[in-house]
């Protein structure tokens, strides 16, 4: 995985967090109710789930180190839909400052998510604070 292919992932996961809560929660009532699983069907099931809480807890963990503002674009855009120009118009500010605060912001989230993958120091300064 080079950087290009981290921020694609990231941008991806991010746009995926409701599905994956979701998805969460539908494979743990199957878990939990469905009593015709085999042990191997079973033991798939509770891998997906430890990932899908993984992939949860890495996004929840890089969010807290955005700025207010940062963490208002980036979850106005991935989660609730927002569109570019009207997060500029909520906020008051041009597409371009929502355009790099988002870009920066994911960056981050990246670097933060899956720095580790391409040996990147990048996130040190924010991780310092």
Known sequence: MDHKDI???TKKD???FKAII????????ILEKDTLLSDEEKKLLERKIKSDEIKLEKIK??????????LKIIT???????TNKDMAAQLNVSKEFI??????S???IADIMYGHLVGSNLGLS???D
């Open 61 to 70: 963990a890089a969010l807290e180190f955005l700025s207010d503002t940062d």
């Open 106 to 108: 994911t960056e981050r």
């Open 14 to 16: 991010l746009k995926e």
């Open 22 to 29: 979701a998805r969460l929660k539908t494979n743990k009532l």
């Open 7 to 9: 921020f694609e992932q």
């Open 126 to 128: 924010y991780l310092q």
């Open 76 to 82: 106005s855009i991935f989660f609730e839909k927002v």
């Open 99 to 104: 355009n790099r605060h988002k870009r920066e």
